[in-house]
């Protein structure tokens, strides 16, 4: 099934309006055409709904926010409801001050999301901070393993059904629920942690699986994950003795590029629950 | 003679003010240092006079742009003009948007370019957009080949006459024209489409090409882009089975780093017209 | 000693807070990851204090400073201040404009800095600026050598004295300077000029030594300036025929990652003056 979904991406070729942060927006350029999207880049209040209009999705990543570029999160989000096109957010860093975490919750509010996309640590603090882990143990360790794994995927369900999104949460093992049906996907490389823009990269690969299957967000998000952790390790692979992080984040842009449909099908690894 | 313009960029190492997005501006610095010119970015209307002023040549991209750069584009436009400086402006997108038309339009009306640089979609959206397309057949495919590049020469042409600039337009064939003689370039690699940034690299080379050698800038402009493609050609040689787009957009710049003014004299593929 | 500094890096993982320009800010945040520091961008006025509060160090970079972005500097260096961390300044470009001297200044005048890491034009021009070149002499030629060393180490000191920092001027031969002891420091390659971004990953990267060995400024400056050097180096002896600036670019940074504190306190090569 995840082969078909990258099909779509494969055929349909998506087109994806990026809210980003200046760090690693190169690279999230270069993963949607890595995969057979299409980016565009565009934050200013004035032009941003006519940008989503002529987009399949809209990614909205809060990593180098400012007031400027909020507003403009807030119009693209909504006009994307309004033509029931998809909307991923990655609430970056959402713990780490006031402002991220009124930005995070505002646009919750206001914007109807299909995915959330965050790491663990990411995600509890805003199940916390948006009230939602009432009756939910959001009292989690920051890396999930085989022994936490329970805790962490009734976290992700009653967090998906709060907030009624798919709740895509990376780690060592990934969960990807929505609130009924939860994916655990063990692909990636612990690798992967050592570069800046993984978790950016694959926001922006979700909301291009999801804008080309979109009446499936929860196994399209599955999909990305898995083919982001998937292609970490064809790209740990890759590394010869001299080679770091610099090189490892280019070769991971690189797997998306040469992964076919069928390359991802064989090489997921994942469980539903 | 493409061969003496490179000699004039490595003898003179032109120092490049570029006003441009953040996605692909890493890549437009080490480009211009790969080609032996110096680029500085600076975007604030508080220093971007000034910065113009100690500069060669100035770069306007409209990538991501906002109302706070494009009051610092027609600064640094009209004071490249008042000192003789050579322009080129790079209207990204300029179809997707109004805020992107009205900008490309005012810079236009306000600033006096040497090149206009764009790809097709762009070239033909601005001259519609600019209504320059009186008389002249803009109903063009997306694609220059052989059987359509006498109807893209004509239009260069006229678009290169009204706007009276260098228009150089980017496809499979790229055309640059200057109203009177134009040149068609057959260097580059389909690969050039797959990763983020081959057009603004080019511009800023453009820009760089341009200011050395000021006072032809339509032999300039060819020069570049032919060397933007041979680029292109000698990155997609290098390429091993596993390596993507995010390799070859360095290998590109590698490729300008390591081209000699004999190697570009040799390797350009170009017919005038 | 070096090799302890470097340790501590390791054993630490300072977050590093960075106020940066969009050119060079994805290295910035690679070389970081690479050294064992962790980084965070965050430049609105609204949340920079609090980011602050939770690293352990600040880099502010002036490359592509705007209004928007200085207010947030002064209110993150001085916080820094307040909490006794470390605070690193790159004047970028600053005899370029009014607008980087001003800010510069401005910065000098209001925030405490640990360090300032500048090539020798950008030392000279601040010192100069500054009106701390009364009785120094700051006729420099715009390359350190053997040759005029000690003129250099003079001006450094006395620099270092006047602001009460330390002092890192980049060139064929560093200088660090805490006014009383001053390291020269032989690492390093000439093609760490030929991309974009070297001085602003050495500022990341002292940040961080820095951070990780706060009460001793002038060696962790210089293990920093060190470290850099040698990455250089090897990255140079990776480059085959082919590779050009791009490539390098990724090597310095991944030969970082992987370099060890043994083999920086192998490779530094340094004499105190």
């Given amino acids: 099934m995840f082969k078909n979904i990258f099909e ?14 200046y760090v690693t927006v190169h690279d999230c350029a270069n993963i949607l055409i890595a995969c057979g999207a299409a980016p565009i880049m565009a934050d200013d209040a ?37 033509l029931g096109r998809p909307v991923v957010l990655d609430p970056v860093g959402v713990g ?16 109807r999301f299909t995915v959330i996309k965050g790491n663990i640590s990411e995600i509890k603090a805003f199940a916390t901070g948006s009230g939602t882990t009432r009756g939910v143990d959001a009292n989690l360790a920051d890396r999930i393993t085989g022994e936490n794994l329970d805790t962490v995927v009734a976290f992700a369900k009653a967090f998906a059904k709060e907030t009624r999104t798919v709740i895509a949460i990376t780690s060592a093992i990934d969960v990807v629920s929505d609130g009924e049906t939860t994916y655990c996907i063990h692909n990636g490389h612990p690798m ?56 490892y984040s280019n070769y991971t842009i690189d797997a998306i590029y040469n992964m076919t449909p069928e390359i991802l099908g064989k090489g997921a690894k994942y469980e539903v629950r």
Same sequence: chains 1, 2, 3.
């Fill in 8 to 21: 779509n991406v494969k055929k349909t070729h998506p087109l994806i309006h990026n809210i980003t942060n």
């Fill in 192 to 247: 992967m942690e050592s570069y800046t823009g993984a978790g950016c990269q694959l926001s922006a690969l979700v909301t291009a699986f999801v804008a080309a299957t979109p009446d499936r967000p929860l196994e399209a998000t599955a999909a990305a994950v898995a083919a982001m952790g998937l292609a970490g390790e064809i790209a740990y692979g890759r590394l010869s003795e001299m080679e770091g992080n610099a090189s």
């Fill in 46 to 82: 004035e032009e941003v709904a006519e940008i989503t209009s002529i987009c399949h999705g809209v990614n909205i990543n809060i990593g180098t926010l400012n007031r400027r570029t909020i507003a403009s999160m807030l119009i693209a989000g909504k006009r994307a409801n309004a």
């Fill in 96 to 111: 780490a001050s006031k402002l991220r975490m009124d930005t995070a919750l505002k646009l919750l509010e206001e914007v």
